[in-house]
């Protein structure tokens, strides 16, 4: 049994080495503990955004022929604002960046513009600059999946 804590007396006046430690008190505090922390959990599930990976660099291997010309739409962040471009890099859009920031509301409506035109493309390329925060390629990402856009690959670009 475990004891108080207390060492037994032994013969000779000396205390004995033998110490009986209760751990009956942290066993039910660590169970208490357990359990707290399980019913307390936030059981939650996270959101993403499936992404793909544009290639960087031209592969030896031939691609398939497609049946259909694809749109190839890429959106382009720069420190001056938006650029849709579409096949071969021909511009449909350039949206400047405003004194309060960038215009997402002009991005959105020429992206639906496009999905309007060409429903068949569900791609968009995201393509940005080194020095654009983290959070605006979030913002055009958001906005791609808003406007019907779901095949986001993201590509860098130099500056």
């Given at each position: 049994m475990a004891?108080?804590?207390t060492p037994t007396p032994s013969r000779g006046g000396k205390r004995a080495v033998d110490f009986q430690?209760?751990?009956?008190?942290?066993?039910?505090l660590l169970s208490v503990l357990i359990s707290f922390l399980?019913?307390?959990?936030?059981?939650?599930?996270?959101?993403?955004?499936e992404v793909k990976q544009a290639p960087n660099v031209?592969?030896?291997?031939?691609?398939?022929?497609e049946e259909k010309e694809k749109l190839e739409l890429t959106?382009?962040?720069?420190?001056?604002?938006?650029?849709?471009?579409?096949?071969r890099g021909e511009v449909i859009r350039e949206i400047?960046?405003?004194?309060?920031?960038?215009?997402?509301?002009?991005?959105?409506?020429?992206?639906?513009?496009?999905?309007?035109?060409?429903?068949d493309n569900e791609d968009v390329t995201v393509?940005?600059?080194?020095?654009?925060?983290?959070?605006?390629?979030?913002t055009v990402m958001d906005i791609c999946l808003d406007s019907n856009?779901?095949?986001?690959?993201?590509?860098?670009r130099e500056s």
């Open positions: 004891g108080g804590g430690l209760n751990l009956v008190p942290m066993i039910d399980l019913m307390s959990a936030v059981w939650t599930q996270i959101a993403r955004i031209p592969s030896d291997e031939i691609p398939p022929p959106v382009v962040i720069s420190t001056s604002g938006y650029t849709i471009t579409q096949k400047e960046k405003g004194d309060d920031g960038y215009n997402t509301n002009a991005l959105r409506e020429v992206l639906k513009q496009v999905v309007v035109e060409f429903p393509a940005s600059e080194d020095n654009i925060p983290y959070e605006e390629l979030i856009l779901p095949g986001i690959a993201i590509a860098g």
